[in-house]
């Protein structure tokens, strides 16, 4: 079981940024998707989350209006597209999938949002 998270890296202030999260040993289609971030001296605190069936969506008030949750069940990926970057959105990203008790996080991948 695994998810592998990719996309991250620099990017200026108000650039955007497209996350993946692929999964594999399991089928993401019956567990809920959701992305977490964590800065430097700071709790891992949730960003997004997605519906096993993509019907449902939440977001923190940090990202809302700015960030997007989606999911390709038929891929077993998941993605965060990020707009209108900026400092504070800098973190280490991770993808968790859940369902009931049973939760997988990814390693996670670096975005950093800097001129």
């Known amino acids: 079981v695994q998810l592998v998270e990719s996309g991250g890296g620099l990017v200026q202030p108000g650039g955007s940024l497209r996350l993946s999260c692929a999964a594999s040993?399991?089928?993401?289609?019956?567990?809920?998707m959701s992305w977490h971030r964590q800065a430097p001296g700071k709790e891992r605190e949730l960003v997004a989350s997605i519906s096993a069936l993509g019907g449902n969506r939440n977001y923190a008030d940090s990202v809302k209006g700015r960030f997007t949750i989606s999911r390709d069940n038929a891929k077993n990926s998941g993605y965060l597209q990020m707009n209108s970057l900026k400092p504070e959105d800098t973190a280490v990203y991770y993808c968790?999938?859940?369902?009931?008790?049973?939760?997988?996080w990814g390693q996670g991948t670096q975005v950093t949002v800097s001129s």
């Open positions: 040993g399991f089928t993401i289609s019956s567990y809920v």
């Open positions: 968790k999938t859940s369902r009931g008790p049973i939760s997988y």
